[in-house]
T-cell receptor, first 111, second 112 residues
Framework: QKEVEQDPGPLSVPEGAIVSLNCTYSNSAFQYFMWYRQYSRKGPELLMY????GNKEDGRFTAQVDKSSKYISLFIRDSQPSDSATYLC???????????FGTGTRLTVIP | ETGVTQSPTHLIKTRGQQVTLRCSSQSGHNTVSWYQQALGQGPQFIFQYYREEENGRGNFPPRFSGLQFPNYSSELNVNALELDDSALYLCASEQGGTDTQYFGPGTRLTVL
């Protein structure tokens, strides 16, 4: 079993829709949670960073962490065609050197 | 832009050859990590360097090796290339202890 599970999609939504992306994980020691956006042929770009449980909002993006359920989410409001990319969840724990990634969800926003 | 650069952008090698990939980190970032991203997968941790010393390694064989230099640049070396080594290789720099890694654009390696 992978430590981080993410539905690979693909996911297609019309412009303006609310998008929900999710990851589950198995290691209860994970405390730091990130969402990266990766455009085709580019490196991952950090979108959101959250420590422990709770919500964090940045513009049209909201990250949620539910440590009791080992479940994290990224919501995108008023989705735009420029949001079309692969979204990777990542997480780590205190003392770890590396990030643990999901497989990524490929999102297409249709104009 | 993250300020992390990688070269070359693309590379084609044949099985058994050796390759060196390069990364230039953000100024002041004393930690660099290398990841391998196969097509349709998330990045997998290869190793990390902190102040020019290896500081952790993922599940990769010894033919994957690295170096970090005082000028914030680093190298990933892969010997005896195998077909399965074909992937996007990413480096990520971090200011030590922040848990926030900034990725470069990657080098796409194809092994024939």
């Amino acid at each position: 079993q992978k430590e981080v599970e993410q539905d690979p999609g693909p996911l297609s939504v019309p412009e303006g829709a609310i998008v929900s992306l999710n990851c589950t994980y198995s290691n209860s020691a994970f405390q730091y949670f990130m969402w990266y956006r990766q455009y085709s042929r580019k490196g991952p770009e950090l979108l959101m960073y959250t420590y422990s449980s709770g919500n964090k909002e940045d513009g049209r993006f909201t990250a949620q962490v539910d440590k009791s359920s080992k479940y994290i989410s990224l919501f995108i409001r008023d989705s735009q065609p420029s949001d079309s990319a692969t979204y990777l969840c990542a997480m780590t724990r205190t003392g770890a050197n590396n990030l643990f990634f999901g497989t990524g969800t490929r999102l297409t926003v249709i104009p | 832009e993250t300020g992390v650069t990688q070269s070359p952008t693309h590379l084609i090698k044949t099985r058994g050859q050796q390759v060196t990939l390069r990364c230039s980190s953000q100024s002041g970032h004393n930690t660099v990590s290398w990841y391998q991203q196969a097509l349709g997968q998330g990045p997998q941790f290869i190793f990390q360097y902190y102040r020019e010393e290896e500081n952790g390694r993922g599940n990769f064989p010894p033919r994957f090796s690295g170096l970090q230099f005082p000028n914030y640049s680093s190298e990933l070396n892969v010997n005896a290339l195998e077909l399965d080594d074909s992937a996007l290789y990413l480096c990520a720099s971090e200011q030590g202890g922040t848990d926030t890694q900034y990725f470069g654009p990657g080098t796409r390696l194809t092994v024939l």
